[in-house]
């Protein structure tokens, strides 16, 4: 797993506004919201915005998504796309 902190500016910019693409696509008001209305963690979204930017994953950053998301088991991605 490759540290956000730590890739290119511009690849964060392309996870940061891949993630907004996507709650403002689905009329939502967080990144949580959007989750709980696709009915997954915030992290499965989260790998999902990496892959679509050709990084198999990377650290959530904490100013994103709070201290609790970051790492947090009960935040786990779902099997679906952790098996993929």
Known sequence: MQDFDKISLGLQQALLKGLLRRVTAAKQSSFEDLAT????????????????????????????????????????????????
Do not use: M, Q
Request: with cysteine.
């Open 37 to 84: 209305l696709e009915k997954r963690t915030p992290l499965d979204i989260w790998i999902e915005v990496c892959r679509a930017n050709g990084i198999e994953r990377c650290t959530i950053p904490e100013y994103v998504w709070g201290s609790e998301f970051v790492g947090g088991a009960s935040h786990a991605p779902s099997s679906d796309v952790a098996a993929n």
